[in-house]
DNA sequence: CGCCCTCGAGTTCC
DNA sequence: CTCGAGGGCG
């Protein structure tokens, strides 16, 4: 029997009003009616949706209490990359910024920008996604490209409008972001709920709200009030000339925006505000650990630009971080795989925002006398971004006279071996290429993730080969044994088969990969993929000259000599001998032929900035559709690629008569020919 | 040569 | 995340 029109439109009618007392309540804080008579409006809402399950839409109130368990999070990729921010500390650093918007952006520096300064709210960054209006999907900020799905539980969140106030919505899909955080007074109700089940309490609000939102179980999310900040809105067009109004589109469509933001004239008054809430934190119900700080317009943030994955039109400006005392017990040096010696802070364990620490790098000798630690001393200390702890200074006033200066040692503490610091650079390194430490530490490695991506090769599996000498080097690995491995403590039947079989799918890496692996100084993941890109193979790479390697973009003389030197070494060479005899075989990078196109046989130069893809990716097209990159202009050029701000050799192209290309031109070429 | 940006390497805790 | 150092550009 098909629903009434009646209970339909009634359905509706108090949906809105549900939607609209909720929005009172929960992001105004200003109800017009009491709880029993909201109580008594969704309990009628709940009776029509139990009689007629047909008019039930996913936007109704009704569908904010959770939903069965999950299985796992699924991914979301985000349609823009949610970026991350540079961090200032002080004013000054405000000030510089400013400098640089003008800078970029081409304004005079008398100039007076508008930005918004917005509270920066500690807790999850969330990206919501809605089709016309309506909520299709939640997720987490991730990478910054894609993130995890957690839309079940966003869905629970009573603040965050399913579906935007009707007349406000913007048509196609549209992503808000905004930070999904608990305030103290819950994050509190929370733990004593949790000490009272006997469950592990959360260390402070972000991460109960992140665990919160993590749940695989939504109906325990619906039970904790997660609340919403948004900050930002974006379509595939940009729908408004500045961030502010932006803000307050997201206002009339129901999202909590943080009350604080303010637009202001100027980086001074922009201070001045940072200083302020630096002051007042305390009397919001919420952590913030800063303030953002963006240029309001969105023609100066497009002229002002991006660097890599931050934007250069807005900054984080962070309050001064949680400090705590204590005292160090003793100065450790590690060594790296490389045969650095670092020195190690071991302290008196201490609880600072979030975690208990008991140990900090102290970097190198040098920030060692700098900072002067000694062992006995009392120290101050922070997590510097969110997670590494670090030594801020020395109290000398608590000293005894009984600290101990640290001496650094001039012999490597895992082998014995001499430790050199040479001219020039900071660190001491020990010159003993047998050292454990750095052997296992080069095994650790080929089995990182970046590497050969050896699962269950970790620092005790590491540690427990070595030390039975089932294991020198790389290549032992893909000569053991299930059997062997068996006869190693804390390796039953299934680990040992686990292990063997992770070494065995490892045998066929690309040869950056490969080269990574191998752990040549100055080659990181980045500089592998360019010298597998420039060599194709491993007999190739077994050949390379550094005179060959200089040539390409991106190495220069030190990286060319590195590689040069390890390819010629009689120990590297046996090396790698080793591991292609024992089967290792690192895949050529094939390069697909392109015979037709616009850039085939071209060489190409850029000058001035891009803006829709980094100089390096712009390198990269034509390469890979058979052209050449050159960095100066003759008359051997076909094109000139001139981005924002083109220096000399535009001048030069329009001299010499060479075809010069904008941006536009040149991807719309580029794009044609990958098809 | 100086500036800006990116990369490499080391590090902590759960 | 942070430091130091390498590479590219003007």
Avoid at 32 to 52: H, N
Avoid at 79 to 107: C, G, H, I
Avoid at 470 to 480: C, P, R, W
Avoid at 601 to 629: D, H, P, W
Wanted: glycine share 8%; hydrophobic share 40%.
């Amino acid at each position: 029997m098909p629903a009434p029109k009646k209970a339909a439109e009634e359905i509706q009618a108090l949906r809105e009003q549900i939607n609209r007392h909720n929005y009172l309540y929960y992001v105004l804080d200003a109800p017009e009616i009491g709880d029993a008579e909201y109580d008594r409006l969704f309990q009628r809402l709940v009776e029509l949706e139990g009689k007629y399950p047909e008019l039930v839409t996913p936007d109704s109130p009704t569908q904010r209490v959770g939903a069965a368990p999950l299985e796992a999070f699924g991914t979301v990729r985000h349609m823009f990359p949610m970026l991350s921010l540079n961090n200032a500390f002080e004013v000054a650093e405000l000030q510089e910024f400013d400098r640089r918007v003008k800078t970029f952006a081409d304004l005079p520096p008398g100039e007076v920008i508008t930005y918004v300064a917005e509270l920066k709210i500690d807790g999850l960054a969330t990206c919501l996604r809605y089709e016309d209006g309506l909520l299709v999907s939640a997720a987490t900020r991730g990478d910054g490209a894609v993130g995890e799905d957690v839309t079940q539980n966003v869905r629970t969140i009573k603040t965050i409008p399913l579906r935007w106030l009707s007349g406000s919505a913007l048509p196609g899909t549209v992503e808000v972001r905004g930070e999904v955080h608990l305030q103290r007074s819950e994050f509190e109700r929370i733990n004593k709920e949790q000490e009272a089940k006997g469950e592990a309490t959360f260390a402070n609000p972000r991460n109960a709200a992140a665990g919160s939102v993590r749940q695989l179980d939504s109906r325990i999310t619906a039970k904790r009030r997660l609340n919403f900040f948004a900050y930002e809105v974006r379509a595939a067009e940009p729908r408004f000339p500045t961030h502010s109004q932006g803000l307050q589109r997201l206002r009339e469509a129901g999202f909590p925006v943080n009350p604080h933001s303010k637009t202001i004239e100027g980086i001074d008054e922009v201070a001045a505000y940072c200083l302020d809430w630096q002051q007042r934190q305390g009397e919001l119900d919420y952590n913030v650990d800063g303030v953002v700080v963006k240029v309001d317009e969105i023609a100066i943030q497009n002229r002002a630009g991006w660097v890599s994955r931050s934007p250069r039109w807005a900054i984080a400006y962070k309050f001064p971080a949680e400090e705590a005392l204590t005292v160090v017990r003793d100065i450790l040096v590690s060594v790296g795989r490389t045969g650095v010696l670092t020195p190690v802070a071991i302290m008196e364990p201490v609880f600072v925002d979030g975690s208990t620490v008991q140990r900090a790098t102290l970097h190198n000798e040098d920030e060692l006398r700098r900072k002067d630690v000694r062992v006995g001393d009392t120290v101050v200390i922070r997590k510097a971004g969110d997670v590494i702890p670090e030594v801020v200074r020395v109290l000398p006033e608590k000293r005894t006279g009984k600290e101990k200066k640290f001496a650094f040692p001039n012999k490597c503490p895992a082998c014995g071996g001499p430790a050199v610091r040479p001219e020039g650079e900071v660190a001491y390194r020990c010159l003993n290429p047998a050292c454990p430490a750095q052997v296992r530490g080069n095994l650790e490695h080929w089995g990182s993730r970046g590497a050969l991506d050896i699962v269950g090769l970790g620092e005790q599996t590491v540690e427990a080969l070595v030390s039975n000498g089932l294991v020198k080097d790389v290549a032992d690995l893909y000569t053991l044994t299930k059997e062997q491995v068996k006869g190693l403590e804390r390796f039953a039947d299934k680990s040992a088969d686990n292990l063997v079989r992770a070494i065995e799918g490892s045998r066929s890496p690309t040869l950056a990969r490969f080269i990574y692996g191998l752990g040549i100084r100055h080659v990181g993941d980045h500089v592998a993929e360019v010298l597998a890109e420039h060599l194709g193979t491993v007999e190739k790479f077994l050949e390379a000259s550094a005179a060959d390697l200089s040539q390409v973009s991106e190495v220069g003389p030190v990286i060319a000599a590195s590689v040069e030197e390890y390819v010629r070494n009689p120990g590297s060479r046996a090396l790698v001998a080793k591991l292609l005899s024992v089967g290792v075989r690192p895949q050529p990078v094939r390069k697909a032929e392109v015979t037709e196109g616009p850039f085939v046989g071209k060489t190409v130069v850029f000058t001035g900035g891009l803006s829709s893809l980094t100089r390096q990716e712009a390198e990269r097209l034509v390469k890979n559709q058979g052209g050449r990159i050159s960095s100066s202009v003759s008359k051997e050029t076909d094109y000139v690629v001139a981005g924002d701000k083109p220096g000399s050799k535009h001048e030069k192209a329009l001299k010499l008569g060479v075809r010069v290309l904008s941006e536009e031109e040149f991807l719309r070429m580029g794009r044609t020919a990958e098809h």
